[in-house]
């Protein structure tokens, strides 16, 4: 079987934030609901609870804009 292209593995220039970077990711691509849901509904209510007229007004802005 012959190759179309082959991808590189990431490389972020230094090794320690190679390392870094593939911790990180790795649970995202494994079990990405488990992670990012739970984060997205955390960030939204720290969000809402420190500027919460702030994301009223930009979110009826963007709906009227869109």
Not at 19 to 38: D, H
């Amino acid at each position: 079987m012959h190759e179309v292209y082959f991808i590189e593995p990431n490389n972020l220039g230094a090794d320690f934030l190679t390392r870094i970077y593939k911790e990180l990711t790795a649970p995202l691509k494994t079990l990405p609901l488990i992670v990012v849901v739970p984060l997205s509904i955390a960030a939204g209510i720290i969000l809402y609870l420190l500027l919460n007229q702030l994301i009223v007004k930009l979110a009826t802005l963007l709906q009227y804009g869109f």
